[in-house]
């Protein structure tokens, strides 16, 4: 088996991808079939996300409060 070199970027999987976001693995694929997100395939079909764009479109994202932060 190849391992990466320092040279090529680093790729998340759809479970990698959805744990970030703290959604479904398939919420993930209904988005990159959408293209909101970007996939690349790999040779055996599956899909891989490229970690630089996943982690723009978090920092997009806001920051949810915490439970503990709302005022009743």
């Known amino acids: ?16 991808v959805a744990a970030l976001f703290r959604v479904d693995p398939k919420t993930v694929t209904r ?6 997100l970007t996939s690349i395939r790999t040779l055996g079909g599956h899909r891989r ?7 723009a479109l978090l ?6 409060r915490d439970a503990d932060d709302v005022v009743s």
């Open 1 to 16: 088996m190849a391992s990466r070199g320092t040279d090529t970027e680093e790729l998340l999987t759809p479970a990698e």
């Open 31 to 36: 988005w990159a079939k959408a293209g909101k």
């Open 49 to 55: 996300y490229r970690a630089a764009e996943v982690r």
């Open 59 to 64: 920092g997009d994202i806001p920051m949810q």
